[in-house]
């Protein structure tokens, strides 16, 4: 289960960053639309299915209220996810 939060975190995090860095600027700078509505749905999926695992795996991994606060938290920041990948899942 641990490992598929990984993949998830990973894939979240991804998402995140080409939604912010590529897809929004074409659409504000460019007026095209079209990746943002490409990359929107994905990243929302994949966003609630890492707050979802975050919230079953929380037991498992033993994460204290702060760390799971941290863990949280990180998936509304650019790169955050990356940071629980390398911190918290690496046991």
């Known amino acids: 289960m641990t490992s598929f939060f990984k993949i998830v ?18 659409k504000y700078i460019g007026g095209n639309e079209f990746w943002v509505k490409i990359l929107g749905m ?7 299915l890492y707050i979802v695992m975050a919230c079953i795996i929380k037991k498992k991994q033993q994460w204290s209220k702060k760390e ?10 650019p790169f955050g996810t990356f940071y629980v990948n390398n911190k918290y899942l690496k046991k």
Not at 10 to 18: D, K, N, P, R, V
Request: glycine share 6%.
């Open 42 to 48: 994905p990243h929302g999926v994949l966003f609630i």
């Open 9 to 26: 975190s990973f894939l979240e995090g991804a998402s995140y960053i080409l939604l912010l860095l590529i897809a929004v600027p074409i």
């Open 68 to 77: 799971f606060l941290i863990i949280l938290i990180a998936s509304l920041i």
